[in-house]
């Protein structure tokens, strides 16, 4: 047994050693880079495990910097895993994030590295903070916009949890979650809070119905379908395996009718997204390997189809901060980011080879299938993302991708043969 272990413990050294070989070689337009690893060794507990995150910013972070004396911000990632035969934590960490103008200077060209930027975080480790022990897997987790101390999670008992994280402080405790909220009879999948209605929230389930949830009350008021507006707050739209785009408004009496209903995509349609600066524009991912994207004053018809995914896409997102921008990930181990600014922009064969004019960046870090990633809302082009081997990445891209001085770009990005928007881990 002791040999075995020793064998292990070198295996699991000799794994740790390679990806640092391959970090330090990493080439192209990434700004910072944080890896998180299981507790003991390299995945060597949740290797068979998928992870989702999500990202929201210090809870008390105008309190706690109100001296400006820092040079870093401090953000925290919800984090958990779904791992077979072993206890599944819910998760809180910190991430320390530099300030504008603190870090490296991702604009400069070095020569000799033949790459933008470089790796300059103030402290690049992840930090667990907190394990709550779950009841169950964790199939969602999510935190409320209006406070992020309120974490709701699906679990596989068909109970939708929530917790306020600020009273469990201590580590590795029983599972204690402020509210049980009954009303499914199978375990769900998705989660989402209101951002304008506080302590407002859906949950949908296997059972097929999902439910609307006033946790002040601590009651079941309707059952609907999912995702809310962020202009209209009676608003929300859903999609689902019938492959329709559907719009719902809860204040109108006639709960089981919806308001618009579209034929969306030629497959099942997996996520969707609500533009954050204009009301009417929302996108949706499919199984058919498309992101769309639509008007709601006209369903009959897509604004634009986004082409380049190779696999079932399960994840878009809108961004905070630019109307134009857009993300989505699948079953591949690429994360894109998409300009609506570019859709239509003449191109040459050599672009066009690398993607469509729309397509602005290409995430190619991870190893394995992103399971999810999550968009900053308050640091602009910042993002986490977590693949199916559980490490997780936070990572900008090169100022000079998303600068208006394309003309100085293009002449930097001939000098290199590679795709500028691409790190290649193979």
Request: aromatic content about 10%.
């Amino acid at each position: 047994m002791a040999e075995d272990l020793q064998q292990r413990l070198e295996q699991c050294q000799k794994e740790n050693d390679e990806m640092k070989k391959t970090i330090a070689t990493l080439e192209k337009n990434v700004r910072y880079s944080f890896l998180i690893y299981s507790d003991l060794l390299p995945t060597a507990n949740i290797d068979q495990g998928e992870a989702h995150i999500t990202m929201t910013e210090d809870f008390d972070q105008i309190n706690l910097k109100s001296d400006y004396s820092q040079d870093y911000t401090v953000h925290h990632p919800i984090l958990n895993t779904l791992t077979s035969d072993e206890q599944n934590p819910l998760l809180t960490a910190s991430v320390q994030i530099p300030k504008e103008g603190t870090g490296n200077d991702s604009t400069e060209y070095g020569s000799e590295r033949r790459e933008f930027g470089d790796f300059g975080l103030y402290n690049a480790k992840v930090n667990i903070e907190l394990k709550i022990n779950h009841d169950g897997e964790v199939n969602r987790a999510s935190y409320m916009p209006q406070n992020s101390s309120f974490i709701a999670t699906n679990s596989p008992s068909a109970v939708v949890l929530i917790y306020n994280y600020t009273k469990l402080a201590t580590q590795n405790i029983d599972c204690r979650p402020e509210l049980r909220l009954c009303g499914h009879t199978k375990e769900g999948y998705a989660l989402s809070w209101n951002p304008n209605i506080n302590r407002h929230i859906l949950s949908a389930s296997n059972d097929q119905t999902i439910c609307l949830w006033n946790t002040e009350k601590l009651a079941i008021e309707e059952k609907f379908d999912f995702a809310w507006h962020l202009f209209h707050k009676t608003l929300f739209g859903f999609v689902g395996d019938d492959r329709k785009l559907t719009i719902w408004n809860i204040r109108s009496s006639h709960y089981t009718k919806s308001s618009h209903v579209a034929d969306a995509h030629s497959a099942e349609v997996n996520c969707l997204s609500f533009n954050l600066f204009s009301e009417y524009i929302r996108a949706t991912g499919s199984a058919d390997k498309t992101v769309a994207l639509w008007d709601l004053r006209n369903l009959m018809l897509k604004l634009h189809i986004f082409e380049s995914h190779k696999n079932e896409i399960f994840q878009v997102q809108s961004s905070h901060h630019n109307e134009t921008i857009l993300a989505s990930s699948g079953t591949g181990r690429r994360l894109r980011v998409w300009d609506l600014s570019k859709i239509g922009e003449e191109q040459t064969n050599d672009n066009a080879e690398d993607g469509p004019s729309e397509l602005l960046f290409i995430h190619d870090w991870h190893r394995g299938k992103i399971s999810d990633f999550s968009r900053n809302p308050t640091e602009p082009w910042i993002t986490s993302s977590v693949p199916e081997d559980n490490i997780v990445q936070g990572w900008q891209m090169a100022e000079n991708i998303y600068t208006e001085d394309e003309n100085e770009a293009e002449n930097i990005y001939t000098e290199d043969e590679n795709e500028v928007n691409s790190v290649d881990l193979e």
